[in-house]
């Protein structure tokens, strides 16, 4: 184990489509969603366990959620646990995780990643972080995990992928307008890094199907990897009022001073991605393609797509659930709860914090006006 490497998970997310299971006092992070025992940040920071020791890693979380993270990672040091008096987005996050590190060691290599997600392969995934921490040690550049696409998917952004394999390029033009390039030589995932050419937002389906065609399109799984000296060069390049901000705390961070510099200076920092900031600025971008069962878990369905399901296609969590000609459902019910369900097809059913919604799974897109709709009633 490398003792330069460093993690930063971010845990600060409220997760309102997984309402009513995720609330804003409890967000789908700190949930045991797939009813195994482990919540979707216990299974984060296990994973990185053979990567960094748990010194090294950082969770950057609201303020509000301190004992929660607490109670769910006993093994992590108090002062790693880094609290955000309000939202600014992923930059400023990262920003504060990076000039924090810098005090602690100033040859860290980073890994910076969502603590919600899922990541069924882990072997995989240990393989491909390694393999990329690697480069990134020995290489002035800001890597990023692009995920092998294996369908075309609207719901999530996508990196395009270089494509000058040969000098060849055959470039056509999607139905919104945007370039694409038709691989020569497609990008393996068990090949090395690529140099990016864009990040593309969520396209429509024609796009989507588009970019699975051309190859060289993978899905943004929003886990990056870089030197510090590298991430530090990229905040004073492209976005210097952030590094200005946070340079200011530097013979503070790691002391008993730390919280109160970040409760002042912390709101005045812009509201900013680390894409926008950073990643669609710089030239130094490149794409490790992998493939190793991830999902951003953003909503129920795709939380339906990696649960096990019956024969009948439904998942369920709770004990007493007794379903009668029902198919392609989700069921999430408290543990005692006698629950019968007759006659749905690809719907969601779930109980939590005093609420039950019934939804079909087309219509779940509607579970943040839903939940607006009831919460705004009270």
């Known amino acids: 184990m490398n003792k330069n490497n460093y993690i930063v998970i971010m845990a600060g997310g409220v997760g309102s489509r997984?309402?009513?299971?995720?609330?804003?006092?409890?967000?789908?992070?700190?949930?045991?969603?797939?009813?195994?025992?482990?919540?979707?940040l216990q299974q984060t920071v296990a994973r990185f366990n053979t990567i960094a020791p748990a010194e090294n890693i950082l969770i950057v979380t609201s303020e509000k959620y301190k004992q929660l993270v607490t109670e769910q990672c006993p093994e992590l040091l108090e002062s790693n646990i880094l609290l955000e008096p309000c939202m600014r987005?992923?930059?400023?996050?990262?920003?504060?995780?990076?000039?924090?590190?810098?005090?602690?060691?100033?040859?860290?290599?980073?890994?910076?990643a969502p603590s919600d997600h899922l990541i069924t392969n882990?072997?995989?995934?240990?393989?491909?972080?390694?393999?990329?921490?690697?480069?990134?040690?020995?290489?002035?550049?800001?890597?990023?995990?692009?995920?092998?696409?294996?369908?075309?998917?609207?719901?999530y952004g996508y990196i395009q992928a270089s494509s000058d394999?040969?000098?060849?390029?055959?470039?056509?033009?999607?139905?919104?307008?945007d370039s694409y390039e038709t691989m020569p030589t497609v990008p393996s995932v068990s090949g090395g890094?690529?140099?990016v050419v864009a990040f593309k937002e969520k396209p429509n389906l024609e796009t989507a199907k588009n970019y699975l065609a051309a190859g060289n399109y993978f899905w943004n799984s929003g886990i990056f990897l870089w030197s510090l000296k590298s991430i530090l060069n990229a905040f004073e390049s492209y976005v210097p009022?952030?590094?200005?901000?946070?340079?200011?705390?530097?013979a503070v961070y790691n002391t008993n001073k730390e919280q109160a510099f970040i409760n002042e200076m912390f709101p005045t920092c812009i509201n900013i991605s680390i894409d926008?900031?950073?990643?669609?600025?710089?030239?130094?971008?490149?794409?490790?393609?992998?493939?190793?069962?991830w999902s951003d878990l953003g909503t129920w369905g795709s939380l339906w797509e990696k649960r096990e399901r019956s024969e009948q296609g439904n998942t369920v969590v709770g004990e007493e659930v007794h379903l009668f000609e029902a198919s392609n459902c989700i069921v999430n019910m408290p543990t005692n709860k006698k629950v019968v369900i007759?006659?749905?097809?690809?719907?969601?059913?779930?109980?939590?914090?005093?609420?039950?919604?019934?939804?079909?799974?087309?219509?779940?897109?509607?579970?943040?006006?839903?939940?607006?709709s009831v919460m705004n009633k009270k």
């Open 18 to 40: 997984f309402w009513p299971m995720s609330t804003e006092e409890k967000p789908k992070q700190f949930l045991d969603v797939l009813g195994i025992g482990k919540t979707l």
């Open 89 to 112: 987005n992923t930059a400023p996050c990262i920003a504060y995780a990076a000039y924090k590190i810098k005090g602690l060691n100033p040859d860290a290599n980073i890994v910076v």
């Open 122 to 155: 882990e072997g995989e995934f240990i393989r491909i972080v390694e393999e990329g921490l690697d480069f990134t040690a020995n290489n002035d550049t800001l890597l990023t995990l692009g995920i092998q696409a294996h369908r075309p998917e609207t719901g």
């Open 165 to 177: 394999v040969d000098g060849s390029k055959n470039v056509q033009i999607g139905s919104e307008g």
């Open 193 to 195: 890094v690529c140099k």
């Open 241 to 250: 009022e952030v590094a200005d901000l946070f340079q200011k705390g530097e």
């Open 276 to 293: 926008y900031a950073v990643m669609e600025k710089a030239d130094n971008i490149y794409v490790q393609p992998a493939d190793f069962g």
């Open 342 to 372: 007759q006659g749905l097809d690809d719907f969601i059913v779930v109980e939590d914090n005093d609420v039950l919604l019934i939804c079909k799974k087309e219509e779940e897109q509607r579970i943040k006006e839903f939940r607006a």
